[in-house]
């Protein structure tokens, strides 16, 4: 059987003038994984529109398309050509999945959801003369799939050719994600089986690897065992992950330790209200400039993803966000227009509200107002996002952010990998014309490497900052309690061993506890608090809280068979899951420190969290955090505009996860 598998490009992936870099980045691995259930003695071209031209004049007898919302135009014209040429075309993927009234419009048969039960179906209907229009993904497992059929895939012509998912879909559920749209009626997050995952890994050359999962870390068991299997295979790889993944112990230092050196991170936005309108409660309250922190200790590169448009945002929140990163130090960052896809909530809410602006397909690119926002004109929010990416990729920028590295080889590096990939796109565009991008791959790696002599130093840091940022919350909290001194006071010796009760009383007959200390009086203090810390009864909820079983990462036996790890995300326990994560969230709104500063008070929000700077200066009581008591509404995040050497923690929203490099 003839057969051709093709991914189209959409309009500016096949530009004349320039190709950006991302558009050669990725093989077509779903069309790989298709390919591998052919049957050997099936002739088989696999064609990605990306990087070559494709050839219209053959004449395969089945033709499988991918559409994307962003090509979906093309992938149709494409499935009129060949059908008008006789062949018999199949369009899935996502977007048939979202509209399939719409594709089926253009082809023979159309395939909903994931394809790996539903395709071989499908092929074995069609060899027996009887196709059906329309297939429906109805049972889903990665265990003991063929192999992708990478030999299809011509690597030259990628920079990463080595991309991979060992997963499907994700636990949580947020309105703006394609996610529940595709994946509905049946499990919407499922892993391979490790060994095959390793294997896979295995097979692959070179060393570089990018992670293409939605969310890697999303099955702790799953990637702890993973993580453990990849040790020793000496590869450098790259992935995508949650914010509050990133803060759990242990799971990050495993991968740090197999090889990760950069990490998407899907912070979305810097305000808490938009997100919580869009589901997504599984982040909040979690500090963001603790998660950056964490991976720049542990030496990993940060690509933030941001959105904007969403309903809380106006006009300044574009130079907001990308002051905030350039602050914190991370190396890349994407930007997007908030884009409700088709088959999503945001979607039908858009819809309902008649807020979108049209349907024109190919401009739902993320880089296009599709839809009205609420506190901006459309254009606003396009000429926003577009002096986003100016701003951040500024030379200034660039090396403000450089600036923000503890040393001379962590700058270079920041430097190097931001100008390689924003300023440097006239040489991508030649690389690609010339059809010689694979060969900066070396580059790539180099640069990811540069930290990993310093990765021990780095996790010894981050360890040493974190006991001080105890210390100094301890501080905090035994100040609230009236039984420990607050910064630049000492404890009045009559008073002095007073707990909690003690000197809630002597509050409440306003007895003064402490008394401003003298000048040098800083180690003294030190001294006292730490003693203090082993009494104070929200230090030991504080480790409790960081040791709930649903924070450890789960005991991991390699080789976790797919059904027995998928049990704790499927169906309906997969929501009870997330309900379970999402009631936490809503508890630790409750409970969670969060920062709520006010324009004017961030100099002393940038000496909050971690690294306990604060405590050093003397001078008044500085503000305490909000220790849940206002409403976490009121947590809008107030970005530092000037001063600060490090701002710190962020009412934090939660992340999405959309993996791509640039
Ligand atoms: C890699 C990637 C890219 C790569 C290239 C894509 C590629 N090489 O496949 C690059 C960087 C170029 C890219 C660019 C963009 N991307 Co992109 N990308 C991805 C990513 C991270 C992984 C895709 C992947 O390989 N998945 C793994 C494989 C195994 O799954 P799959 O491709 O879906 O294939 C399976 C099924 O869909 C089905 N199937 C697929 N094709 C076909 C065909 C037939 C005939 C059949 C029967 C079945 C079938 O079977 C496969 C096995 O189950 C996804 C996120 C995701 N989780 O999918 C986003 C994603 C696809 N991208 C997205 C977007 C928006 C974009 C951009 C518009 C971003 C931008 N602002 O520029 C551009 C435009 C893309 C385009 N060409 O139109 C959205 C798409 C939303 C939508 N509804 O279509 C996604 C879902 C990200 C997100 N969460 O928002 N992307
Ligand atoms: S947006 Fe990200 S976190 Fe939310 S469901 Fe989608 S992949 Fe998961």
Not at 34 to 52: N, W
Not at 277 to 284: D, S
Not at 385 to 398: E, L, N, P, Q, T
Not at 623 to 640: C, F, Q, S, Y
């Amino acid at each position: 059987m003839r057969t051709k598998l093709v991914l189209p490009a959409l309009t500016e992936a096949r530009s004349p003038f320039f190709r950006p870099v991302k558009y050669s980045l990725f093989p077509p691995l779903g069309l790989a994984t298709l390919a591998a259930f052919l049957d050997p003695s099936d002739e088989v071209s696999l064609q990605d529109e990306h990087v070559e031209e494709l050839d219209l004049d053959d004449d395969p007898e089945l033709v499988g398309i991918e559409v994307y919302v962003t090509s979906a135009h093309r992938a149709y014209a494409l499935a009129d050509h060949y059908r008008a040429r006789g062949a018999h075309v199949v369009l899935g993927g996502l977007h048939v999945t979202s509209c399939p009234e719409e594709a089926a419009r253009h082809a023979d048969t159309i395939v909903l959801g994931p394809a790996e039960e539903a395709w071989p179906r499908f092929l074995a209907d069609f060899r027996a003369g009887r196709p059906r229009p329309a297939y429906r993904s109805e049972a889903r497992t990665l265990a003991g799939l063929p192999r992708a059929r990478r030999d299809l895939i011509r690597r030259d012509l990628y920079l990463v050719p080595n991309s991979l998912v060992v997963s499907r879909g994700c636990p949580h559920a947020c309105a703006f994600c394609y996610k529940d749209g595709f994946f509905s009626g049946g499990r919407s997050f499922y892993v391979q089986p490790v060994e095959e995952a390793l294997a896979e890994i295995e097979r692959l050359p070179g060393r570089h690897l990018y992670f293409l999962d939605d969310h890697l870390f999303g099955h702790p068991a799953f990637a702890g065992a993973l993580f453990d299997g990849m040790r020793g295979m000496d590869r450098l790889w790259q992935a995508a992950g949650t914010v509050d993944a990133v803060l759990r112990p242990g799971l990050l230092e495993k991968a740090v330790a197999c090889g990760l050196r950069s990490l998407f991170v899907g912070f979305e936005t810097l305000g808490a209200e938009g997100l919580r309108a869009q589901g997504k409660r599984q982040n909040l309250g979690r500090d963001y400039g603790e998660a950056v922190r964490r991976l720049h200790d542990l030496g990993v590169m940060v690509n933030a993803s941001f959105v904007f448009g969403l309903d809380e945002d106006d006009a300044s929140v574009f130079e907001r966000t990308v002051e905030w990163a350039i602050r914190q130090g991370v190396e890349t960052a994407t930007f997007h227009v908030l884009t409700p896809y088709p088959g999503t909530e945001l979607f039908r809410r858009m819809e309902a509200d008649g807020r979108l602006l049209h349907r024109d397909w190919d401009l739902y690119d993320t880089r296009h107002a599709v839809f009205r926002p609420a506190r901006m004109t459309p254009r606003q929010l396009e000429e926003g996002y577009w002096r986003a990416y100016r701003d951040f990729y500024r030379w200034g920028s660039i090396l403000r952010g450089a600036a923000t590295k503890p040393d001379l080889l962590g700058g270079l590096r920041h430097a190097a990998y931001a100008i390689g990939w924003k300023k440097c796109e006239p040489v991508w565009d030649l690389l690609i014309r010339a059809r010689r991008v694979a060969r900066a791959l070396p580059l790539l790696e180099r640069v990811l490497a540069a930290e990993r002599h310093r990765v021990g130093a780095g996790a010894r840091e981050a360890a040493s900052r974190r006991r001080r940022g105890q210390r100094a919350r301890s501080r905090e909290r035994g100040a609230a309690a009236g039984t420990v001194p607050p910064a630049g006071f000492d404890r009045l010796p009559a008073l002095g061993t007073g707990g909690p009760h003690r000197g809630a009383a002597a509050r409440a007959e306003g007895v003064a506890l402490f008394r401003q200390r003298p000048a040098g009086g800083a180690r003294h203090r030190d001294r006292v608090a730490q003693d203090e810390v082993q009494d104070d009864p929200d230090r030991v909820r504080d480790e409790d809280r960081e040791q709930r079983p649903q924070d450890a990462v789960h005991p991991a036996p390699p080789g976790v068979p797919e059904d027995v790890a998928d049990e704790e995300h499927v169906g309906p326990e997969e929501r009870h899951a997330d309900e379970g994560e999402q009631e936490e969230g809503r508890h630790d709104e409750q409970r969670r420190a969060v920062s709520l500063r006010e324009p004017g008070q961030q100099e002393e929000g940038a000496h909050e969290g971690g690294d306990g700077e604060a405590d050093e200066g003397g001078g008044p009581p500085r503000p305490l955090r909000n220790e849940g008591k206002l409403p976490i509404e009121a947590a809008h995040t107030v970005l530092p505009s000037s001063g600060a050497r490090r701002p710190s923690s962020v009412a934090a929203a939660p992340a999405v996860n959309h993996p791509a490099i640039t």
